[in-house]
Every structure is written in structure tokens, then in C-alpha cells.
DNA sequence: TAATGTCACTTGCAATAAGCAAGTGATTCT
DNA sequence: AGAATCACTTGCTTATTGCAAGTGACATTA
């Protein structure tokens, strides 16, 4: 996990958030996330078609900049189910205005459930 | 430019979305348009330090997408200033959710001017 | 006038990352 | 015992990035 301010190229805000989620896999695990998905199952079997070594290397990015957490859902052998954080969750606004976006000038997009605006972030922690 | 559905990996909006500005160069660019910078040496002066190629040809992409248009400012030889469309305008509020998630999480990064928040993508759009 | 500079790129190439297919290990099911 | 499941990892090919240098059209300076 990046710690310095120093190892970003610049201290934008925008940049910074760009290095460390923008690229075309990373928010999409996050949105399988949102929608409840935990296992690298659910994962991989998203309409995209993650390839695997890829979503395994963006889980622990994401593990490692604080965005999600694994837990052990069975034991022999050990599996983790996937959650986001409160950091993860804070992303909910950012796919709620991508999706807008796309909405509005993408063509034949899908129309997201209407509960995917209503809900909140505090909604998407994981109760303990 | 992408036209059909079909050739994106899935219907999905937040998925179309990283497809078309999924990338760590594309929303800086963005950015800068957002803040009135325009000409190529512009975009290259930020302290991200893009490099010249990545900027030609996600200047050529956006494009492409119909989030920026170029337009002459000089003849002899022809050179042009890049805006954004009303399409590329529309980005800021992702943008703004971006910045917020980022002031919210990463220590030491810049604040962005007060305006930042205030300004609107009709706001964005140059007056004919 | 010749040389130097500027601006907006393009080109070449090495390094990094993505994507595909196959393999692995632990365990359960047949 | 053999086949299947799940969550990965490994190997390898292809695509993308990033760095450095080059190019072309003109303006400026010596």
C-alpha cells in the first residue's frame, strides 16, 4: 500500500485516486462488491470475464490500499469472502456518476436496478 | 468511435464507462480541460508529466469518443486547441466524486480550489 | 542568411501489464 | 479410486506504457 504522498506523481486529488483505481478492472469488482458479491467465484463469473490471475492481482491491491477486506468463510482449505471497507464503500458515489453518465450518452446500456441510487454507502458495510 | 454495444464487454454502464475513460491518463486530461488549459503543451506542463505519445493519442481517443473537439487556433502551420464537448463536460461531477473520496482517504494531497466544487458542466462548456 | 528555438506532434524501442490456457492443491462428491 | 469444485498460480504471448529521440512547419535571433 502506497503510504507517501511522495510515490504519487503529483498530489491531485484526481490523480491520485486515478493511480490507485483507475483502470478498467478495479471498479468493476468493486460494483460485484456493491451488489453483494463476496467470492472469487462470484467474481469471475461477472459478464466482463475477468481473467483470473487479474482479479486475483487486483483483490490484493485493493486489500492493500484499504478498499476491501477478506475474511475466512470455510476452513481445510481456507477461503476468504471479500467485503468492502468504509473506504470501499466511499466509492459508491463515483459508480453511481459513471453510471449516470454512461446512462445519458451511451445507447443500450443497461438500466442499473433502481435501488443501486437509493442506496447508500453506510448501507454497503457489512454488519458486524 | 465505439458505436455498437455489442463490441463493449458487457451492457453494463459502470463497465462501458472504464472502457471508454477506465485508464490513468484520459480524466487528467479532463481535468485540465476543467480548468481551462487547452493547447497540447498545456496538458504536458502538468506535474503528472504525461508522456507525449499517451497524450496524442488519448487526445485522439477522447476525441474519438466525443468527449473532447479540436479546434484551429493557428494557421501555418495548423494547430489546435482542445474542448470539451458537452459530453466531456458532463464527466465533472465524476470527477468532484473522485476528489471528494480522495481529500476523504489520502493524507497530504492537495485541496482543489473552492470553485472546483461550485462549478457546473454548462459552466465548462466555451460560449460560441 | 544562417542558425537557433518553439510547438505539436511521430517514431522506435525497451519495459511493464494484460490476457489466455493450463496447471496445482486441498477437499468433497460419486 | 476417480472425478469434480474452488481459489488460485504459472507460463507464455500479445498489447500497452513510457522514455528518448526525431520531425516538420514556421518564428525569432545573431
Redesign the pocket.
Known amino acids: 500500500m502506497k503510504k507517501k504522498t511522495e510515490d504519487y506523481r503529483s498530489k491531485c486529488p484526481l490523480s491520485i485516486a486515478l493511480e490507485l483505481i483507475g ?3 478495479s471498479l468493476v469488482i468493486v460494483r460485484d462488491l456493491c451488489m453483494g458479491k463476496s ?4 467474481f ?1 463469473s461477472s459478464p466482463e ?9 487486483r ?2 491491491e485493493l486489500e492493500e490500499n484499504g478498499i476491501v477486506t ?1 475474511e475466512p ?1 470455510q ?3 481456507t ?4 467485503f468492502l471497507t468504509e473506504k470501499g464503500a466511499d466509492l459508491l458515489p463515483v459508480l453511481q456518476q459513471l453510471v449516470v453518465w454512461t446512462q445519458k450518452y451511451v445507447l443500450d446500456c443497461l438500466t442499473p436496478p433502481e435501488s443501486f441510487f437509493q442506496v447508500t454507502p453506510q448501507d454497503l458495510l457489512r454488519k458486524r
Request: charged share 30%.
Open positions: 483502470d478498467k478492472w467470492k472469487y467465484g462470484d469471475q470475464g475477468i481473467p483470473t490471475n487479474i482479479l486475483a492481482s483483490l490484493r477478506k468463510y476452513d481445510k482449505p477461503r476468504y469472502a471479500y
